[in-house]
């Protein structure tokens, strides 16, 4: 599918910017249409940053962690068990350490306390006298445990970034840019995002050098590749500067991370989803996030090794149990017919890792693509995952289900929920007639969308210098991807590894070519045999062989050419 764009706009954007028109249209794409606008986002700058007290209960929350500070209070900083949990208890806990007497951390264990704010969290703050509470990435919808925390005369702070429900916790103070009564202008940060603003407005009301703050960066870029948020607005700015510090000084815990998977070259996004973000989550997953969180406020290298060594650790076996899982869903879904014709994917197995259902959802979802839930037992409930396909919300098709459940909680994309195993029938079938009488029927097939078509020998380093500019990519700024038609291959076309597809391209001129890699696209290769003309669509990069940089295309699929 090419996008469409606003050609009128596009000509004006390419004067004025002296470039050449797909990188006009590119921009234009992206909601650019003037040079400030264009300057802003190739170059932006922590100015741009909005100012944390536009968000609602912010004064409140800053009042109160002062006061705190002026008593001698114990505060306890609590945080969910993911990647954006743990970066946010890191964040969170490392800045107000130098203000805090005592002050501690608490990762909810994931089988025995479930998701979010749990009793035994709230037991442990009262027992051990801790007065004040600050919750990242989890709390919007605990307005039970917060009325418990109340009772016992322990105060709560919350830092979430899910959608609230029909009504706010009575915390001291809720942040949460998606309340409906909240006018922050930017409504997508990560959970770590919202506790980044609360030391930023802490330190502007303190007088502290909010310049220092930078250093935090590379635990809220990471937290924002990692739970998958735009990558727009204040988003951009957060996650550029935190590239910037990852690459140049990064903590010593995530410099672990990155030394024990031999990451040496410019760390992007795409590092972070990979090779980070899965390692930080194994700890949650198999274990105890409490170890991540060890690992990311380590002062000195040396004590982040055990840390990183036990969560690479941790990774590997995850890997392993997301493989086995996989195959028995897969063969699951394959042995039952009815399974097959269904709109949605609901799977159950009693002996399934808790730990690795979402990633096994995800899978399921590449593979059948459609909303898609992998269920387990823990603690004896039914428990697990939802995962969605493009445009369809999950979230909204799980609530429609909400009478049989015990819990939910997620975005459009991505869904958690908990119920009773006697209900687990009835919620299949619930669920398939949701999904069934609301998706669309182009939902249902993947699409690839196209920012431009262009020939082929537009591909120049000029134009990739520009468009590593764009960077950093991620949702709401993918790399572009573009369309050449009535290619050829040059005949050296082959199969490497298992399944990828490594061809040399030319276009009407033989003399120009360009390197070309299809990741899983091996079954391809008859398209383009016997000197086929075929279109394909890619994404342009840098590859590096033998110390020697050239431009290689990733392809994203291709197809027969019609003429």
């Not at 090779?275 to 991540?292: C, D, H, L």
């Not at 998706?439 to 969308?449: K, R, S």
Request: hydrophobic share 40%; glycine share 8%; aromatic share 8%.
């Amino acid at each position: 599918m090419i996008k469409d764009v606003d050609e009128v706009t596009a000509d004006k954007l390419a004067s004025e910017l002296n470039v050449e028109k797909t990188i006009a249209r590119l921009l234009v794409q992206r909601g650019i249409s003037t040079y400030e606008e264009a300057k802003s986002f190739f170059r932006p700058e922590m100015s741009m940053l909005h100012d944390p007290f536009l968000m609602k209960d912010m004064d409140r929350a800053v009042e109160r962690i002062i006061n705190a500070a002026k008593n001698n209070e114990s505060i306890l900083i609590y945080g969910d068990y993911d990647v954006d949990g743990t970066t946010s208890v890191a964040l969170v806990f490392t800045f107000f350490k130098q203000f805090f007497k005592r002050i501690d951390y608490y990762i909810p264990d994931r089988y025995k306390e479930g998701y979010g704010i749990s009793t035994q969290g709230i037991d442990f703050a009262h027992q051990n006298g801790f007065s004040l509470i600050i919750a990242l990435d989890c709390g919007i919808k605990s307005n039970d445990k917060i009325s418990y925390a109340n009772s016992l005369g322990v105060d709560f702070i919350i830092c979430d970034h899910h959608l609230p429900g029909e009504s706010i916790p009575e915390a001291v103070a809720v942040l949460d840019p998606k309340r409906v009564d909240c006018e922050y202008p930017y409504k997508e940060l990560s959970g770590c995002g919202v506790g980044f603003k609360l030391i930023q407005a802490y330190s502007i009301a303190t007088g502290q050098d909010t310049k220092s703050l930078e250093e935090y960066l590379d635990l809220v870029v990471v937290s924002i590749a990692s739970d998958i948020v735009p990558i727009t607005g204040e988003n951009r700015v957060l996650a550029y500067y935190g590239l910037k510090k990852l690459n140049a000084d990064p903590r010593p815990g995530l410099k672990t991370i990155l030394e024990l998977a031999n990451v040496k070259r410019e760390k992007t996004i795409t590092d972070i989803v990979f090779v980070i973000g899965p390692r930080i989550n194994a700890a949650g997953r198999i274990k105890s996030g409490k170890s991540a969180v060890e690992l990311l406020v380590s002062e000195h290298t040396q004590h982040a090794l055990d840390p990183g060594k036990l969560l690479n650790e941790h990774n590997t076996e995850r890997k392993s149990l997301d493989a086995l899982i996989t195959k028995e869903a897969l063969a699951m879904i394959d042995n039952d017919l009815e399974l097959v014709q269904r709109k949605s994917t609901v799977v159950f197995s009693s002996e399934w890792h808790k730990g690795v259902v979402g990633i096994v959802a995800s899978r399921l979802t590449e593979k059948y693509y459609r909303p898609t839930i992998v269920l387990t037992e823990s603690n004896g409930v039914v428990t697990g995952s939802a995962r969605s396909v493009k445009d369809f919300d999950v979230y909204k098709a799980i609530e429609a289900c909400s009478d049989l459940l015990e819990q939910f909680g997620g975005h459009k994309y991505a869904a958690g929920l908990t119920l009773r195993k006697e209900n687990l029938q009835a919620f299949s079938g619930r669920f398939e007639e949701v999904v069934a009488g609301s998706i669309e029927e182009h939902m249902l097939t993947p699409e690839i969308e196209i920012d431009a078509e262009i020939e082929l020998s537009e591909v120049t380093p000029r134009l990739y210098r520009i468009l590593k500019q764009f960077a950093p990519f991620g949702p709401g700024n993918m790399a572009p991807v573009f369309l050449a038609k009535t290619l050829r291959d040059k005949g050296y076309a082959k199969i490497v590894g298992s399944s990828h597809l490594k061809v040399e391209i030319c276009e009407h001129n033989p003399i120009f070519s360009i390197g070309a890699i299809g990741f899983g696209l091996g079954n391809k290769l008859p398209v383009i045999s016997s000197g086929n003309r075929f279109d394909a669509c890619f994404s342009v990069e840098e590859n590096e062989y033998m110390g020697k940089m050239s431009l290689q295309l990733n392809l994203k699929d291709l197809k027969a050419s019609k003429v």
